[in-house]
Antibody, heavy 121, light 108 residues
Framework: EVQLVESGGGLVQPGRSLRLSCAAS????????MHWVRQTPGKGLEWVSG????????GYADSVKGRFTISRDNAKNSLYMQMNSLRAEDTALYYC??????????????WGQGTMVTVSS | SSELTQDPAVSVALGQTVRITCQGD??????ANWYQQKPGQAPVLVIF???NRPSGIPDRFSGSSSGDTASLTITGAQAEDEADYYC???????????FGGGTKLTVL
């Protein structure tokens, strides 16, 4: 069974950092691009960042560029998101998402259940 | 604001056909994908590319596009189709991925 399990969310003060992790199983992890997508409670979806199969291509939404860093460890079947200088508007449920392609194509095929990040003093 | 625009809410009578639209300049160059999200659950991909259904998605779901507008059609809507539906594609620069604001579908 294909599974994505996020961890690392929590309550953090503005300006602080947090690192999200995503453990993947049930598929050949290094054959696919991966993404982080977030959803504000009761609101819509926002693509945050994507990384291709070998970390050669990385993209970020303008809202997080320069503050967030996506990475992956294919040997550990894991995806990460280092989030620095967090702001209240970063408060959201963060989903780890598998693409259908090697490249950052945006075909969000499999979603985890999400990890909640709350930025508040 | 999103570069992809969706109607906030649409309703359909049980068993009838409904079309949910997604409009944006980037759709002249890039295909849209469609996701279904039910309350408390993660989104599910229902249509990708021009009109492709992942395994397990009923064939009453189909996709199409014309000009700057992509559409998701549900032919013979069922009660279990009541959900939020989101489109996604690339922005006009092609560098970023974007979502529409979502459409809440009510099945009457």
């Amino acid at each position: 069974e294909v599974q994505l399990v996020e961890s690392g969310g929590g309550l953090v003060q503005p300006g602080r950092s947090l690192r999200l992790s995503c453990a993947a199983s049930g598929f050949t992890f290094d054959n696919y691009a991966m993404h982080w997508v977030r959803q504000t409670p009761g609101k819509g979806l926002e693509w945050v960042s994507g990384i291709n199969w070998n970390s050669g291509t990385i993209g970020y939404a303008d809202s997080v560029k320069g503050r967030f860093t996506i990475s992956r460890d294919n040997a550990k079947n894991s995806l990460y998101m280092q989030m620095n200088s967090l702001r209240a508007e970063d408060t959201a449920l963060y989903y780890c998402v598998k693409d259908r392609m090697l490249a950052v194509a945006g075909f969000f095929e499999i979603w985890g259940q999400g990890t909640m990040v709350t930025v508040s003093s | 604001s999103s570069e992809l625009t969706q109607d906030p809410a649409v309703s359909v009578a049980l068993g009838q056909t409904v079309r949910i639209t997604c409009q944006g300049d980037s759709l002249r160059n890039y295909d849209a994908n469609w996701y279904q999200q039910k309350p408390g659950q993660a989104p599910v991909l229902v249509i990708f590319g021009k009109n492709n259904r992942p395994s397990g998605i009923p064939d009453r779901f189909s996709g199409s596009s014309s000009g700057d507008t992509a559409s998701l059609t549900i032919t013979g809507a069922q009660a279990e189709d009541e959900a939020d539906y989101y489109c996604n594609s690339r922005d006009t620069s092609g560098k970023h991925l974007v979502f529409g604001g979502g459409t809440k579908l009510t099945v009457l």
